[in-house]
């Protein structure tokens, strides 16, 4: 299992895999990985490069005591990954939303006003903006996503 930090070691870590002809399937989280988790990373197609990404969002949350407390357990995280025959796992270093430059605006489909949409606004535009910006860093032949 290898483990980057960087934008830029991350998509050259996907390039190579690519350029042998591998398949990628993307499997984004928060860390604080649960069983949940692990089943998600044995859903994957067997014969693909699995990338795990760790990282806190902060455009989920609409308030910053929930977002500072959210429970980080990075070493335990690592573990889950390596015993759960993950390839690559991406944990950035410090806060990447800054990054993450949505074009245009987009609108959700009323869904959002449900689940956790209900009480915080705008956490899934945030969950939107932080996908869309791992696609397209990844630009995976499959994904894995747990139930909201």
């Not at 197609?45 to 407390?69: A, C, E, G, M």
């Amino acid at each position: 299992m290898q483990i980057v930090h960087t934008k830029e070691s991350l998509t050259n870590k996907i390039r190579e895999y690519k350029s042998k002809g591998n398949k990628i399937t993307l499997i984004p989280t928060m860390g604080n990985l649960h069983q949940g988790h692990q089943v998600l990373f044995s859903k994957a197609p067997h014969n693909t490069i699995k990338v795990v990404t760790i990282y806190v969002n902060p455009l989920q949350f609409d308030r910053n005591d929930d977002y500072k407390n959210y429970p980080r357990s990075l070493q335990t995280d690592l573990e889950v990954c390596m015993q759960n025959n993950i390839t690559l796992v991406y944990v950035p270093k410090g806060d990447i939303s800054n990054e993450i430059v949505i074009e245009k605006s987009i609108d959700l489909p009323k869904f959002t006003r449900y689940l956790c949409g209900q009480r915080r606004k705008d956490h899934f535009l945030g969950v939107y903006k932080i996908v869309k910006y791992l696609f397209s860093m990844v630009n995976p032949d499959f994904a894995c996503f747990g139930k909201k």
